[in-house]
């Protein structure tokens, strides 16, 4: 019998980029994702294969981070860059030599090298990183997740045809670049809101009755998705499943059965939950973060990431050149940070992968003493959900891709069972059914990332620009009309862009604050242009110069969703 199970959830996503701007916010956050996160998964990928080693990673890729992968702009400049890189690399080992310091100059040689690697990989696959993947999906290796299309932040969308069209577009999306169509889903910033009624953050009006975020993926197929642990906590016990002979029946319960009825695992981040509104049998299943396991790889203050040996994020050789140095030590100056020796990490990763296993198989084993019951004398097959943003692996931290290739080597060594999500979910599907609380993973666990004082303005204008356009589609003659459908799609593609959890993440957090402003209103301003072209054509109005530029300069910028439908915001 094994102990349980291990699930890594690593959720990839960036806003689209492309032809909005370059360096520091723009394309190089792509290009360097690519160079340090992807192709490095990939590598992780086939190292498993070589060594006969399971790496059963399920892996969010969302859409708009698919359309700019598999854009030829990205795939062009992706080698540009890298080409630019090994230049640079070039360069330093000429300066650090001339200077007589040798192991820097060793380091610099050892970046030319490794850049001019990637280079090959990326050659190797086509240039292709979404058919890479996918084709690893199709083996079983490894599971692919969608997500909503832009990343827009469930919760607080206005109307639930705007989250209906969220949903639908990704998954369009994600089938289309992937050739597969995903089981589950990355819910944006684990961010869940029940069904029910709901009055709109800005704006006044009365409570409107809205949709559970779980009833708008389950309507699309999506069978699961991830939440934060808190949520299970405060989760309120609706029914249990039972199943027999090819049947799932449903049994209700009171909400007070969670608190006495402990040995069925009820509330615990380590089982998984059918998830409903309304008290009904629950619609798809939710599986939640562990903390404990996200503190140890997450956490700035006992994060494995915050290893002296690692390589130093924060500090490059020049504005936006190269590293050469590592963590040196907890609360070390940048200024004084010392040189990275790379033949000195393995050891780390090795210690980190066997402390996480052990860590696993600690949670798990007291997940079992805790749920023994005459019915299951052993206790209860629990997981361990490990979700992650893809881009701390390689990007924030250097050695993660190798310390994910020592934990799957670890976990292979241990009685622990490492498997995908619909794997897990095939062998232990969901018995108990919760309905929950609103919530997300960012900083409270509330909405208070994404909707604050500093934020209240985006949303107002947000709100506007989805009734206009529900209000557009509802009235003009689109169907039978080709330029008044092709303006509403272009207004539609900027709807769903400016809809981005991102613009008001990387305010909020003041991480690129200038970028994020631009980035909305630049969206804003175009879907109003759109919607204003399809009104004067549905009136019959000539075309102007000056219109059908900015609906050329909307094509050249943000070309995403190249099939969007207009009745996704329509059909019920």
């Not at 992807?38 to 890729?61: N, S």
Request: proline share 6%; with cysteine.
């Amino acid at each position: 019998m094994s102990t349980g199970s291990f699930c890594l959830v690593l959720h990839g996503h960036l806003p689209w980029a492309l032809h909005h701007g370059h360096w520091p916010h723009g394309e190089v956050w792509l290009f360097e994702a690519a160079a340090e996160t992807y192709l490095p998964l990939l590598t992780v990928i086939e190292a498993g294969i070589r060594d006969q080693v399971p790496t059963p990673i399920t892996l969010g890729l969302t859409p708009i981070l698919l359309e700019q992968l598999a854009n030829a702009t990205f795939q062009a400049g992706f080698v540009r860059w890298l080409g630019e890189q090994q230049a640079r690399a070039v360069a330093d080992e000429a300066e650090f030599a001339g200077r007589n310091d040798g192991h820097l100059a060793w380091l610099a040689a050892y970046w030319r090298e490794s850049l001019a690697a990637t280079l090959a990989q990326f050659e190797r696959i086509g240039r292709d990183i979404p058919k890479a993947f996918a084709a690893h999906a199709r083996t079983g290796r490894i599971e692919l997740l969608t997500s909503n299309a832009t990343h827009g932040f469930m919760p607080l969308l206005r109307r639930d045809a705007s989250a209906r069209a969220q949903v639908r577009a990704g998954v369009a999306t994600s089938e289309r670049i992937l050739g597969l169509r995903p089981a589950g889903a990355w819910l944006p910033e684990c961010a869940y809101r029940p069904g029910g009624p709901w009055t709109p953050v800005v704006l006044g009006g009365g409570p409107e009755p809205r949709a559970g975020v779980e009833e708008v993926f389950a309507q699309e197929g999506v069978q699961f998705f991830f939440l934060d642990a808190h949520l299970a906590r405060d989760a309120r016990s609706e029914g249990l499943l039972r199943r027999a002979d090819g049947r799932v029946t449903f049994k209700k319960t009171d909400w007070e059965q969670a608190t006495w009825d402990t040995a069925r695992g009820w509330r615990s981040p380590m089982e998984p939950h059918a998830i409903t509104s309304w008290g009904s049998p629950g619609v798809l299943t939710g599986l939640f973060r562990h903390p404990e396991v996200s503190e140890q790889v997450w956490s700035g203050e006992v994060g494995y990431p915050g290893e002296s040996r690692y390589l130093e994020f924060h500090k490059r050789h020049g504005n936006d050149g190269l590293r050469y140095w590592k963590v040196t030590g907890p609360r070390v100056d940048l200024g004084d940070k010392q040189p990275w020796h790379p033949g000195d990490t393995a050891a780390a990763t090795r210690e980190h992968a066997r402390h996480l296993t052990a860590l696993a198989a600690s949670l798990l084993a007291r997940h079992r003493e805790q749920t023994r019951s005459p019915t299951h004398p052993g206790g209860r097959h629990g997981v361990v959900v490990a979700p992650f943003d893809a881009e701390l692996f390689g990007h924030w931290w250097h050695e993660g891709p190798e310390f994910l290739s020592e934990l799957f080597r670890c976990l292979a060594a241990s009685d622990i069972e490492a498997q995908t999500v619909s794997e897990f979910l095939a062998a232990h599907p969901a018995d108990k059914v919760v309905g929950l609380p609103a919530g997300s993973w960012g900083a409270g666990g509330d909405f208070r990332v994404w909707f604050n004082d500093e934020l209240k303005w985006t949303w107002e204008a947000s709100y506007r620009a989805e009734d206009r356009f529900l209000g557009d589609v509802d009235r003009l003659p689109w169907r039978d009309n080709e330029p008044v459908h092709a303006a509403l799609q272009a207004a539609a593609r900027e709807l769903l862009l400016l809809q981005a959890s991102d613009w008001g993440f990387v305010i909020h957090t003041k991480g690129a604050v200038d970028y994020g402003y631009r980035r909305f209103c630049e969206h804003l301003a175009r879907f109003d242009r759109a919607c204003t072209i399809a009104e004067a054509r549905a009136r019959g109005e000539p075309d102007t110069v000056i219109g059908l530029h900015e609906l050329a300069d909307m094509a050249l910028h943000d070309p995403v969703f190249p099939d969007l439908r207009l009745e996704w915001w329509v059909d019920a």
